[in-house]
């Protein structure tokens, strides 16, 4: 072993500093087993990435916190139990119960830092920048339309070459987990949601935090208000939101046929996903529309069958009524991926 400060140290100090964390295994996932699973399954982190395949998406829980708890249960257990094993749920500052927390998990690499909990409210930006997507320059771009300037602040790098964006949200601001909702690559936890705590090692790295952070105690800067605003639960997703007014239905989808068309190579597919998704949820899907955005694609060099075929799933996964729902985030060809992916 090296003299890297243990999982514990690490989860102790960060906690000294006001952020609630609970135990990790080497796959990001919560490394205490559910009470409420049955005794012969395998533990949630088992270090060799058996970790069980998904659902279709994120859609059906960002960050499922809640190990053992089958996707669609109607009442999750949170902890009222009064067990530990509810992952986020699990989550303290209080050092006697973090210590007692780790003692269970001998296998702890890590440490997850519950979003969304006070003092710091935390919220975080999770900007990935595998299967293609540009998720900072998407980020500098939402801000140029809505009006704001990412704040310093705090920032983590993840082992896969993302980084994490850690703000504060005002208390009483609701913010939901998402993934893709505000751009291709961008993930958002909120409340219920979690962070991989820097110093955390994963079977793909270790987290750390970036230079450049504010001088004194690791505090995130708080986010911007228009920031919030688009991320408030309310809002469907909004940098193409798609209006009421007919003119704003063609002006929104000029804009998503340009965000398709601006697509280089290796985020094609993403990002037609991803505009797709946003008619789909607008309830504008219809033969003519996936049509110009066939031909969009197209014009990026996508060959027109395989855009079809993204835009046929985007428009089916997003139909009202469709078993899958309409709120779908995340964009195609991550979705099976992101499946393990679930923390951040
Ligand atoms: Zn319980």
Redesign the pocket.
Known sequence: MDREPTPLALALAAAAHGYAVFPLGRTKRPALP???RPPAAPAPDSGTGSVPPTGPGPQTAPVSATPGTPPGSPAP?????G?P??GVYDASTEPSVIRALFARAPHASGYGIACGLAPHHLLGLDLDTKHGADPLRALVLLGARHGFVLPVTLRVATPSGGAHLWFSAPAGRTVRNSAGRLAPGIDVRGAGGYLVGPGSRTTRGVYRFLPGAPPGPPRPAPAPEALLRLLAPSRRPVPYALHRHPGDHERATEALLRFVRASLPGERNTRLYWAACRVGESGLASTAVAARLVAAAHATGLPTHEAARTVASAFLRTAPGSATGPVTTAPAGTTRRRGRDRAS
């Open positions: 559910s009470p409420h257990c949170r902890g009222a139990c067990l094993g509810h």
